[in-house]
């Protein structure tokens, strides 16, 4: 079975631009995931999208957004990058049915965004 | 909103069990632990879950007093394999605004 898995792997912007990354699911599974990573804030929650909703969020500003298609799969945009924006992006996914926390979520293995 | 709160650091020898513990104090009813482990350049991956008292599996046990205001994983006999960083993660398991906050991860570094 395959795993998760995120494109691109690596990226880099200016300040000011835009970014979209994607994100592949497991098969059958229905809620995908967004967490940022940084050395200073450890792991933060961006928001979670199950049957193309969006069913939690984090408390991140509107620059950052996302949506999930019909097959599951989910992209997450950010607009008007900053230098704080720099991170590792990580999705995760799983069956969701109970809600993130009830299922074990699967990561794929991110993707790292530098900003300059 | 659940803050978490985990050591920064430790050290084992290979061999010897782990007790890694989170202070969740605000911990909300409907919340469950998750433990998740992470090495460099991955995403985490998924130990072990609990709601109360205590969950084993194949790798790790989780402990959960009966006030839930914190959780400890215990890994048995641990390897040069198990250096990673843990992290607890609470949350909410019901749909909804409920937000999801992960512990500040402790750095297990196990030593031969």
Redesign the interface.
Known sequence: KAGVTQTPRYLIKTRGQQVTLSCSPISGHRSVSWYQQTPGQGLQFLFEYFSETQRNKGNFPGRFSGRQFSNSRSEMNVSTLELGDSALYLCASSLGLAGIVAHEQFFGPGTRLTVL | LAKTTQPISMDSYEGQEVNITCSHNNIATN??I?W?QQFP??????II?GYKTKVTNEVASLFIPADRKSSTLSLPRVSLSDTAVY?C?????????????????TKLQVIP
């Not at chain 2, 350049?41 to 998924?46: A, N």
């Not at chain 2, 993660?89 to 991860?105: E, M």
């Open positions: 919340d469950y998750t998740y350049s991955q995403g985490p991956r998924f879950q992290y993660l609470v949350g909410a398991n019901s749909g909804g605004y409920q937000k999801v906050t992960f512990g500040t991860g």
